[in-house]
């Protein structure tokens, strides 16, 4: 008997069947979409780089729950190794039908402290990755042929400046550009690409960095909704975005941040 999901997992149920690839995926937000996938039999490359221990529990519960997946270790920042992530998805499921550029990093640095490795780390994962991931999920999408989805992770901080974290939201900017770009070129070949941009979410990003706790307390004072957010809130909205439901929406970005952009930065 395969496992009901979970009161956090909801169903939708035309992402049956479909396949999946989410880099950054054995942790945080990236592994909670990966459990939507399986809780709603679909199938899913799970992208991984570190954290290699995540890899099999997530499996197993994907495949309980009805799901296929396969883990893949790959790194964003280089364009071979993200055209492994897609071949996998072929190989093993026969296609690919949505790409998730989830994968990212912060080094919460000014302008004034970050080094040039700071800048490249930051913007070769976070912006050269999801560039290339959606171009080659692109180029999968046309040569099979029936359209495809491209959901770009991006952050309440492509629009709002964080000082003290200054390449992260460059590069977030940037993700804000390709998002649009390329839903308008690739549009014709019914592609179609969305930004999500979480605020606060409770992941290992956050609640590894030092200072959190505080940090934590302080965000509740200024978050309308009193409260940071949970991975499932931004899971449910990918697989909205992936579903019947979400067909009309392309060249835009999605804010799940409990209203904290607004209030704090007047955007
Ligand atoms: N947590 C938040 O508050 C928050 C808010 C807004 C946006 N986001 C975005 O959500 C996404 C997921 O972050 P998260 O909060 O789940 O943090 P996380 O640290 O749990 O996940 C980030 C993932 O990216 C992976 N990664 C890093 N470098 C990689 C590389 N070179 N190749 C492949 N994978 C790599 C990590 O291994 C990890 O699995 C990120 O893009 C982040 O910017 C998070």
């Not at 912060?106 to 912006?127: F, G, I, P």
């Not at 590069?171 to 606060?200: D, F, Q, W, Y």
């Not at 290992?204 to 978050?223: D, F, H, Y």
Request: aromatic letters at 6%.
């Amino acid at each position: 008997m395969t496992a009901q999901p979970t009161p956090a997992v909801d169903t939708y149920a035309s992402v049956a069947g479909k396949t999946f690839i989410v880099t950054g995926g054995n942790s945080g937000i990236g592994a909670e979409i990966c459990r939507f996938i399986g809780h709603n039999r679909a199938n899913v490359v799970i992208d991984w780089i570190d954290r290699e221990e995540n890899n099999q529990p997530l499996i197993d519960e994907i495949t309980a729950a009805g799901g296929r997946a396969v883990a893949v270790r790959a790194d964003v920042t280089k364009v071979d190794e993200l055209q492994t992530l897609v071949d996998a998805a072929v190989e093993h499921f026969g296609r690919l039908d949505v790409m998730v550029n989830n994968a990212g990093l912060e080094t919460r640095k000014s302008l004034l402290e970050s080094t040039e490795q700071d800048y490249d780390l930051t913007m070769n994962v976070n912006l050269k990755g999801a560039y290339f991931g959606t171009q080659l999920a692109a180029r999968q999408f046309i040569a099979q042929g029936g359209g495809g989805v491209v959901v770009n992770m991006s952050s309440v901080h492509e629009d709002w400046p964080m000082p003290g974290n200054h390449a992260y939201c460059v590069s977030k900017g940037g993700m804000r550009m390709l998002t649009r770009n390329a839903a308008i070129e690739l549009a014709e070949h019914n592609i179609r690409v969305v930004g999500i941009a979480p605020g606060a979410v409770a992941t290992p990003m956050n609640t590894e960095s030092p200072g959190w706790r505080e940090a934590e307390q302080a965000l509740k004072q200024e978050i309308p909704l009193e409260r940071i957010a949970t991975t499932d809130e931004i899971a449910g909205l990918v697989m909205f975005l992936a579903s019947s439901h979400g067909t009309y929406i392309t060249a835009t970005t999605i804010t799940v941040d409990g209203g904290i952009a607004l209030e704090s930065s007047g955007l």
